[in-house]
């Protein structure tokens, strides 16, 4: 029988290739692991980019109107050969990795990122004193909001998604560290392991 997953892809499938298939120009089929891929073609890159973002934002819109759900778009970057297109896609997917940063229901584009580092080192240093402070002195409620102002500037660097990771790596250490050196790792029962919790992301 076909699951009500299956049918919503197939409608999702239906629109992209509403949009962005044939009469755009445009080849839409299924990936191995049920990503609907889009290939637009063009002699002009800016033109093919502008013409990948104005229709993605009408399939996005469009799913959203008739099927009453949202999904997130991936652009990758402009290939001169046929060669270079796996690379492209790959880019894609990248994009989508930023939904941690933009929240989903978004068209993403990977150059609107690629090569952007934000100056997030010395920010981040600071954001890690302020934990340390309100963890020392502060309430749990003053924890959470240093956490959540970091986790928003954060978001507003817009650096890579690698690079995300690793500043939230550290703000756990940083955590660990100061828990630990209060004696609070001690009221666990169970082992702290929020670097294993991470990969759920």
Not at 17 to 32: A, D, L, P, Q, Y
Not at 187 to 197: G, H, R, S, W
Request: aromatic share 8%; charged share 25%.
């Amino acid at each position: 029988t076909v699951t009500e997953q299956e049918l919503m892809r197939f409608a999702v499938y239906n629109i992209v290739e509403e949009t962005m298939g044939e009469k755009n120009g445009g080849i839409v089929f299924r990936s191995r692991d049920d990503k609907i891929v889009a290939i637009l073609f063009g002699d002009d890159m800016n033109g093919v980019y502008a013409l990948a973002q104005s229709l993605s934002e009408e399939t996005r819109q469009c799913v959203k109107k008739f099927l009453k759900f949202t999904v997130t778009i991936g652009i990758g970057t402009g290939q001169d050969t046929l060669h270079e297109i796996a690379r492209s896609y790959q880019k894609a997917i990248s994009a989508l990795d930023y939904r941690f940063l933009l929240g989903k229901d978004n068209v993403i584009s990977i150059s609107d990122f690629e090569g952007n580092r934000g100056g997030m080192t010395e920010i981040s240093a600071e954001w890690e004193k302020k934990l340390v402070l309100a963890l020392k002195t502060g309430t749990a409620k003053e924890v959470n909001i240093v956490i959540e102002g970091y986790v928003q500037a954060l978001k507003q660097s817009r650096i890579p998604m690698k690079t995300c990771f690793i500043h939230i790596q550290k703000v756990n250490v940083t955590l660990m560290n100061t828990v630990n050196e209060l004696g609070g790792l001690e009221l666990f029962d169970n082992p702290i392991t929020p670097f294993a919790e991470m990969n759920t992301f």
